[in-house]
């Protein structure tokens, strides 16, 4: 079921099921825990749009025919490096007065929903998934456990900070290296063999 909630109240003398002052608790407030059901969304019940401030948005429809419209959501990868186009997680945003966000539903397949939806989220998912791709290593060394790299990437000239080498590298089968610094920021080597060899060795001891 689409959209359905879970609640969890406490009872107490007189407060029955839903405890003291009916379903809302007191002075009509909301439930304190209130929790969103994750849903599958697909081109039947999700549309997404691009709000007048440029947000992106979506109109939920649920299974008993009415509507939720969400201001703002933000998409989020499951598997941003293995399946990044798959299990794309639909969010409200976290906010200061109710904290992280919840999860509105789940899209399985990205390539479901028509191009104009696809394009619309895909550009939220580049701004939060950009990694540059590095082309040349001009330096790296390593101080007090950290290394430190000055890179050009496709997104120009870069240097940044690495703890923790052995868990910051990541090779994949198909030979693309992830290498992740100390902000959580992502640097990827698509093709090391195309890196030239200087390069390449400065690195190959961390693979």
């Known amino acids: 079921m689409q959209n359905k909630y879970t609640y969890m109240h406490h009872g107490g003398p007189g407060g029955g099921r839903f405890g003291h002052g009916g379903p809302h608790g007191p002075m009509g407030e909301k439930p304190l825990f209130e929790k969103r059901v994750s849903v599958v969304l697909t081109p039947q019940n999700a549309a997404f749009e691009r709000s007048s401030g440029g947000l992106l948005s979506m109109t939920l429809t649920k299974d008993d025919?009415?509507?939720?419209?969400?201001?703002?959501?933000?998409?989020?990868?499951?598997?941003?490096?293995?399946?990044?186009?798959?299990?794309?997680?639909?969010?409200?945003?976290?906010?200061?007065?109710?904290?992280?966000?919840?999860?509105?539903?789940?899209?399985?397949?990205?390539?479901?929903?028509?191009?104009?939806?696809?394009?619309?989220?895909?550009?939220?998912?580049?701004?939060?998934?950009?990694?540059?791709?590095?082309?040349?290593i001009h330096s790296l060394h390593e101080k007090y456990g950290y290394l430190y790299f000055d890179v050009t990437t496709t997104a120009g000239r870069s240097e940044f900070i690495m703890s923790n080498p052995s868990g910051s590298f990541r090779t994949l089968e198909d030979?693309?290296?992830?290498?992740?610094?100390?902000?959580?920021?992502?640097?990827?080597?698509?093709?090391?063999?195309?890196?030239?060899?200087?390069?390449?060795?400065?690195?190959?001891?961390?693979?």
């Not at 299990?87 to 899209?107: A, F, L, S, V, W």
């Not at 399985?108 to 939220?124: G, H, M, P, V």
């Not at 693309?176 to 190959?204: H, T, W």
Request: proline share 6%.
């Open 175 to 207: 030979g693309r290296i992830f290498m992740y610094d100390i902000d959580g920021n992502c640097y990827c080597v698509q093709d090391p063999e195309a890196l030239d060899k200087a390069s390449l060795k400065k690195i190959e001891i961390y693979l």
């Open 65 to 136: 025919g009415t509507t939720e419209s969400f201001e703002r959501v933000i998409p989020v990868r499951a598997f941003p490096i293995t399946d990044p186009d798959c299990y794309i997680c639909i969010r409200e945003p976290d906010t200061k007065h109710n904290g992280k966000g919840e999860e509105i539903g789940m899209i399985e397949r990205l390539d479901a929903f028509d191009e104009q939806a696809q394009s619309l989220i895909l550009e939220e998912l580049d701004r939060r998934y950009f990694t540059p791709a590095i082309k040349k």
